[in-house]
């Protein structure tokens, strides 16, 4: 049994589709079939119920294939481990997260100071924290960047940057000149929020529960970007998070005195897998460049 023999398998045991399988792996569908077939020859079992041309992973191909996944798992983490001892920490970082506007500056900044590291970066639906997870857990990504705790066994987190949270109004709005409001001082403000199910949707509820008041929502959205610029165009106001001091918003932000109203963004990974020297860089660098924030 060879290594490039549970490669192969396990892509098309994923695809369960041959031809799909060799243009994937670069190779001829012809010469898959028979590296596949000599597999299931060492096994003695077949490993896919055929069809005409349809294949299945059958109970055989599927017990095999989540050891094959552990098995070649181990092995890639074993190679980074490796590389990083053989001084080779440029690798790659694998990073999901939900809040890609937040971390954007801080990846130019990681990319300045290490210009030989390679970001693979998947932005996940704001409301699916059970997506992170299952990337983490299946290997796909080193970390995640959320303001939304992940809470789960085995998954660690690290805060990196506790934000203070503003009031942005319009240009021009009666109360651009005022530097502290209390929340319930705007209780009759027309609201630009996030939609429904949006982490910051949901930690702006709990701003507002503890002012007792209940915001009027004149629109929702997905994006930062798009909240930013309907407060600019005077449509509402909306919660923000503190800026950095090389970052200026085209809108007023008015600190909140009453209640106290923060952001937690962190850093996650699974706790049981190898983490590359890149990737516990990076966390470290997160951790710094927004303390100086």
């Known amino acids: 049994m060879e290594l490039l023999q549970l490669e192969y398998f396990r892509t098309v045991a ?48 599927k017990a095999f294939l989540r050891k094959v996944e552990t098995a070649l798992d181990v092995l890639e983490e074993g190679r980074q481990e490796v590389a990083d001892l053989a001084g080779m920490e440029r690798g790659s970082i694998h990073l999901a997260t939900n809040t890609l506007g937040r971390i954007t500056a801080a990846l130019g900044a990681f990319r300045e100071a290490y210009p030989e590291v390679n970001f693979r970066i998947l932005q996940t639906s704001p409301a699916s924290v059970e997506e992170m997870i299952e990337l983490l857990e299946k290997g796909e990504v080193d970390l995640c960047f959320t303001a939304s705790s992940l809470d789960h066994p085995g998954v660690r987190e690290q805060p990196v940057l506790d934000a203070e949270v503003f009031l942005a109004v319009p240009p021009g709005h009666r109360l651009e000149a005022i530097e502290n409001i209390r929340l319930e001082d705007v209780a009759d ?25 209940r915001p009027r929502i004149v629109c929702e959205v997905d994006e930062p970007n798009a909240l930013g610029s309907l407060v600019q165009a005077g449509l509402g106001v909306a919660f923000v998070p503190a800026c950095r001091k090389d970052e200026r918003p085209p809108y007023s932000m008015l600190r909140i005195e009453s209640p106290e109203c923060r ?16 990737a516990r860089q990076f966390r470290q660098f997160l951790s710094e460049y927004y303390s100086e924030a």
């Open 189 to 213: 403000e027309p609201f630009i929020e996030y939609k429904a199910g949006h982490p910051f949707r949901k930690i702006n509820e709990s701003f507002c529960l503890a002012a007792g008041i």
């Open 263 to 278: 952001r937690v963004f962190s850093v996650a990974w699974l706790e049981r897998r190898y983490l590359s020297e890149a």
């Open 14 to 61: 994923h695809m369960e589709h041959m031809t799909r399988a060799a243009q994937e792996l670069h190779i001829a569908q012809p010469a898959l079939s028979k590296t596949i077939a000599r597999l299931e020859e060492d096994l003695g079992v077949p490993l896919f119920d055929r069809q005409n041309r349809q294949i299945r992973l059958n109970a055989f191909g």
